[in-house]
C-alpha cells in the first residue's frame, strides 16, 4: 500500500458531504484495512465509505438538523418545563434508529436497570449517538458530570451545547472509540448497542473497551432486531458474544431484557453483588 494513496483516500472521504464529520482516525483506520485486501484507491474509497455506513451513517435517516433542534431545546430549557424538555428530547432521539427504539421504554429502561445503584453523579457515554438527549430519564445524582464519545465532530458539537440545558457538566468528544477509550474514572458507563458495531471494525474491540473503561458500573447492550427488522437467533448470537466477552472476570452481571435490547449490568470490582 503506498502511502500518498491513504492520503488520498481520507481527503476523499472527508471532503464527501456525508463523512466530512467523521472522525478522522476511523477513516484513516478503516482505509487502511481496505487498501491493504489490494483494493484500488477508487475501490478502497468506496468499501470505506461503506463500512462508515454500516457503523454510524445507517442510524441516522435524516440528515441532522442541529441548528433546528437546538433551537428547539432552548426554548424548552428556558421555559423551565419539564414536560417540554423531555418532548423536545423524544422528538429528537427519534432521528437516530438506535435512541428511537429505545423511546417506548424509557420510563422504565433507567429505572429498572439502575435501581439500587449508589448515587451516580460522573457517566461515560462510548458511541454514544443521541442517546445523552436521555438525561432527563436517568436517575442521576446532583452535581453530574457526562462525558459522551462519538464518530462524528457535528454531533458532538452539538452535544456540547445541549449538555448543560440538560442540567449537567462535562463535555462530548468526537474520537474513533476503538483507539482511544476513554479512561476517566466515572461512576456509570454507557456502552449501548455499540460493541457489534465496533467489533465490525476491529474484533477486538469489545474485549478492549469492557477491560479499559473505568466505571464502577456499566450498562451493555445489543440489539435484538437488525435495522431492517426482525432477525432469527440475534439476541441469542450476541448473548452468547457477550458472556464469551466476560468469560473468566471476576464481575457481578445482571441481564435485561427489553423489546428491542437485551442489557446487561456489570458491576466490575465483582466484590459486591449487584
Ligand atoms: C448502534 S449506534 C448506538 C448509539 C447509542 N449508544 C444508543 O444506543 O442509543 C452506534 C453508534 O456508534 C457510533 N460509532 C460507530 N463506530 C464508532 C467509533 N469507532 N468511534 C466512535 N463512535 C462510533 C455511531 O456513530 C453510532 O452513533
Redesign the pocket.
Known amino acids: 500500500m503506498e502511502a500518498h494513496q491513504l492520503e488520498q483516500l481520507i481527503e476523499a472521504v472527508l471532503t464527501s458531504s456525508k463523512y466530512k464529520s467523521a472522525?478522522s482516525d476511523?477513516v484513516r483506520y478503516i482505509g487502511t484495512q481496505e487498501l491493504a485486501k489490494g483494493h484500488n484507491l477508487k475501490e478502497a474509497i468506496k468499501a470505506t465509505k461503506n463500512k462508515l455506513h454500516q457503523?454510524?451513517g445507517a442510524?441516522q435517516d435524516i440528515t441532522p438538523r442541529y441548528t433546528a433542534w437546538l433551537d428547539k431545546l432552548r426554548q424548552a430549557s428556558q421555559a423551565g418545563n419539564s414536560n417540554q424538555l423531555r418532548d423536545v428530547c423524544k422528538w429528537i432521539m427519534q432521528y437516530?434508529?438506535?435512541?428511537r427504539e429505545?423511546l417506548p421504554v424509557l420510563e422504565q429502561f433507567y429505572s429498572t436497570i439502575l435501581a439500587g445503584l449508589p448515587p451516580i453523579n460522573s457517566v461515560i457515554?462510548?458511541?454514544?449517538?443521541?442517546?445523552p438527549l436521555?438525561i432527563p430519564w436517568m436517575p442521576l445524582a446532583e452535581p453530574t458530570t457526562y462525558y459522551a464519545?462519538?464518530?462524528?465532530q457535528d454531533?458532538t458539537d452539538f452535544l456540547n451545547e445541549c449538555l448543560p440545558l440538560l442540567h449537567v457538566q462535562g463535555y462530548a468528544q468526537?474520537?474513533?472509540?476503538?483507539?482511544h477509550c476513554p479512561t476517566q474514572k466515572v461512576d456509570l458507563a454507557?456502552?449501548?448497542?455499540?460493541i457489534?458495531?465496533?467489533e465490525q471494525?476491529d474484533k477486538s474491540?469489545g474485549l478492549r473497551l469492557l477491560e479499559t473503561i473505568n466505571a464502577d458500573y456499566l450498562v451493555v447492550?445489543f440489539?435484538t432486531h437488525s435495522l431492517g427488522g426482525n432477525r432469527k437467533g440475534m439476541a441469542a448470537n450476541y448473548e452468547a458474544r457477550f458472556y464469551e466477552l466476560v468469560d473468566g472476570k471476576p464481575w457481578s452481571i445482571r441481564r435485561f431484557l427489553f423489546p428491542g435490547e437485551l442489557v446487561f449490568l456489570i458491576r466490575k470490582e465483582g466484590a459486591e453483588i449487584i
Open positions: 472522525s476511523l457503523v454510524g442510524y437516530h434508529s438506535s435512541t429505545r457515554d462510548v458511541a454514544c449517538g443521541l442517546h436521555a464519545y462519538d464518530m462524528y454531533m468526537a474520537c474513533d472509540v476503538i483507539h454507557f456502552l449501548l448497542k455499540a457489534p458495531c465496533l471494525v474491540a447492550s440489539p
